[in-house]
Nanobody
Framework: QVRLVESGGGLVQAGGSLRLSCAVS????????MGWFRQAPGKERESVAA????????DYADSVKGRFTISRDIAKNTVYLQMNSLKPEDTAVYYC???????????????????WGQGTQVTVSS
């Protein structure tokens, strides 16, 4: 059974940084693309970042480009989201997701992901 567990969320002031972790079990992070999504209160879930199955390519939502970085550690089977220069509008529950292993390349569409974590809250104060 595939399981994803996020951690690293919390309360931070605007301009600060956080690093989210997603520990994966039941599937190697090198066997499928991985992604981060977020959902703010009253808003739809949106994609944040994705890393390809090969780990060589990444993609980001325009709203986080230049501030967030997705990465992975194959040995630890963990995916990370480094978030810098945080803004109050980044406040949301952040979810890690594993992309369908039959898909190659990058994808930021949530329907391409078959397993999700429980989420971790990120709150950015102004």
């Amino acid at each position: 059974q595939v399981r994803l567990v996020e951690s690293g969320g919390g309360l931070v002031q605007a301009g600060g940084s956080l690093r989210l972790s997603c520990a994966v079990s039941g599937r190697a992070v090198s066997s499928s693309g991985m992604g981060w999504f977020r959902q703010a209160p009253g808003k739809e879930r949106e994609s944040v970042a994705a890393i390809s199955r090969s780990g060589t390519t990444t993609d980001y939502a325009d709203s986080v480009k230049g501030r967030f970085t997705i990465s992975r550690d194959i040995a630890k089977n963990t995916v990370y989201l480094q978030m810098n220069s945080l803004k109050p509008e980044d406040t949301a529950v952040y979810y890690c997701a594993a992309r369908l292993p039959t898909l190659y390349g990058l994808g930021l569409e949530s329907n391409q992901y078959d397993y999700w974590g429980q989420g971790t809250q990120v709150t950015v104060s102004s």
